[in-house]
């Protein structure tokens, strides 16, 4: 069965600090794996996917994520967080051709001034 | 600016009752989700529909039912509504494409509280 695994509840870093907030996967066939953030009494807002190529992919805002197939990782990362980062992280994971994806629990990322 | 839109952010309804949540989306998106988000658990997936009148469960469709009568429209339904189905609820639609890779866009979610 297909899961993802978001290991911490809550990320506190500070500002200017380089930031990492981690997901781990498990599936079935080739995964395609995205991110998401979610900010207050908002909807969540796509951040970045890994589809296939180039294992480090830039999305939005400043943020990357490596995607490692050994470790069945894809930890999300910014190299200097800023305040206004603060927010509800998902990763998720959808297979090959499937159609539901799988979301992790969420971590809370605070970043403070 | 592509948009999903929910009928309303804040829902307080009293058990029994039931309850209808709208979604809309602008896009012309073949697939359309609905969600339950509850804080450790994330989002979970109630139904989702990949084309007009076509519905499949997600993992939790339990005391809940669904409408897509028209591809821009998807309709979750509480029949009875119960205390346990206080929860944000999360609509998001994607475009079919030609496999996996499309990115879901989601409406701002309803806070629902029943009582």
């Known amino acids: 069965a297909q899961s993802v695994a978001q290991p911490e509840d809550q990320v506190n870093v500070a500002e200017g600090n380089p930031l990492t907030v981690k997901c781990t996967y498990s599936v079935s066939g080739n995964p395609y794996l995205f991110w998401y953030v979610q900010y207050p009494n908002r909807g969540l807002q796509f951040l970045l996917k890994?589809?296939?190529?180039?294992?480090l992919v830039k999305g939005s805002y400043g943020f990357e994520a490596e995607f490692n197939k050994s470790q069945t990782s894809f930890h999300l990362k910014k190299p200097s967080a800023l305040v206004s980062d603060s927010a509800l992280y998902f990763c998720a994971v959808r297979y090959n051709y499937g159609q539901n994806f799988v979301f992790g629990p969420g971590t809370r990322l605070s970043v403070l001034p | 600016d592509v948009k999903v839109t929910q009928s309303s952010r804040y829902l307080v309804k009293r058990t029994g009752e039931k309850v209808f949540l709208e979604c809309v989306q602008d896009m012309d998106h073949e697939n359309m989700f609905w969600y339950r988000q509850d804080p450790g658990l994330g989002l979970r997936l109630i139904y989702f529909s990949y084309d007009v009148k076509m519905k499949e469960k997600g993992d939790i469709p339990e005391g809940y039912s669904v409408s897509r009568e028209k591809k821009e429209r998807f309709s979750l339904i509480l029949e009875s509504a119960s205390t346990n189905q206080t929860s944000m609820y999360l609509c998001?639609?994607?475009?079919?494409?030609?496999?996996?890779?499309?990115?879901?866009?989601f409406g701002p979610g309803t806070r629902l509280t029943v009582l």
């Open positions: 890994y589809i296939t190529g180039d294992n």
């Open positions: 998001a639609s994607t475009h079919l494409g030609t496999g996996a890779d499309n990115e879901q866009f």
